[in-house]
């Protein structure tokens, strides 16, 4: 499936699921907040081109274009804060903010770069409900990398 084909497909899926009998009525779509729908679709293609570099280095490989590894993690977190500067109030931007951990304490083993992250976020977004509610906790997360990193030093 070529890229173009797999975002006109990303655009037309419904976001709320409840079951497969459900799986595209209007109903169920209609329950869906709008800025959270098209921050979804937005994030959705983000993630496609960030692992489009990943498909063309490794065509074969058609289970790991799926998954963490191939994002590129050079990019990802200057790409996940812009998008939560487009849509701080959205529930979506808890994915974008698993990306900046995995990208930043996982892949590349920079966790103090994530807590730096999380700390400007929560002071240039002070009213966001989401990001009030989630970011301690990925900063919890970042601080126990980082201290787990110093005590194996």
Request: glycine share 2%; charged share 25%.
């Given at each position: 499936?070529t890229f173009a084909r797999y ?100 892949a590349q083993n920079k966790a ?42």
């Amino acid at each position: 499936m070529t890229f173009a084909r797999y975002k006109s497909e990303v655009l037309e899926q419904p976001l709320y699921i409840e079951n497969e009998k459900t799986f595209g009525d209007s109903a169920v779509v209609a329950k869906v907040d709008p800025s959270d729908r098209q921050a979804w679709q937005h994030l959705v293609l983000l993630e496609i081109d960030l692992k489009a570099a990943y498909e063309k280095r490794n065509p074969k490989d058609l289970d790991g274009y799926m998954s963490e590894k191939a994002l590129d993690v050079k990019r990802v977190p200057q790409t996940m804060q812009e998008f939560i500067a487009k849509y701080p109030n959205s529930f979506v931007v808890t994915t974008a903010l698993a990306h900046i951990e995995y990208s930043l304490c996982d892949a590349q083993n920079k966790a103090t770069q994530a807590i730096q992250i999380y700390d400007k976020l929560a002071a240039k977004y002070p009213n966001s409900e989401v990001l009030k509610e989630y970011l301690p906790q990925y900063k919890e997360r970042a601080a126990a990398k980082l201290s787990s990193k110093v005590a194996m030093l």
